[in-house]
């Protein structure tokens, strides 16, 4: 069975880290690009970080020095680092697989979804 699982979210204060993790199994991440989106009640899903076969990673501006993505192809785990968290980060936290060679955009790009996990950033 092809699959991700998000792991690692929880509730943390202002200010706080957490790493999340995207696990694959069935099928192997390094042939992948891995994306990390977030969608909070009420608003659109929107893109987080990506990273590409080579390592080479994108970052929403929202994120872009508090937030690390990387890729440990050994275990076929792919990280989201969050550091100096804020409420605003607060949102469930997906990735997704795809087998292209950029970071698509869209959604519908990707191949494979993580079922998700929650991030609540709150004192």
């Known amino acids: 069975q092809l699959q991700l699982v998000e792991s690692g979210g929880g509730l943390v204060q202002p200010g706080g880290s957490l790493r999340l993790s995207c696990a694959a199994s069935g099928f192997t991440l390094e042939d992948y690009v891995i994306g990390w989106f977030r969608q909070a009640p009420g608003k659109e899903r929107e893109g987080v970080s990506c990273i590409r076969r080579r390592g080479n990673t994108n970052y929403a501006d929202s994120v872009k020095g508090r937030f690390t993505i990387s890729r440990d192809n050994a275990k076929n785990t792919v990280y989201l680092q969050m550091n100096s968290l804020k409420p605003e980060d607060t949102a469930a936290y997906y990735c997704?697989?795809?087998?292209?060679?950029?970071?698509?955009?869209?959604?519908?790009?990707?191949?494979?979804w993580g079922q998700g996990t929650q991030v609540t950033v709150s004192s």
């Open positions: 997704a697989a795809a087998r292209r060679a950029y970071c698509p955009t869209l959604g519908d790009d990707y191949d494979y």
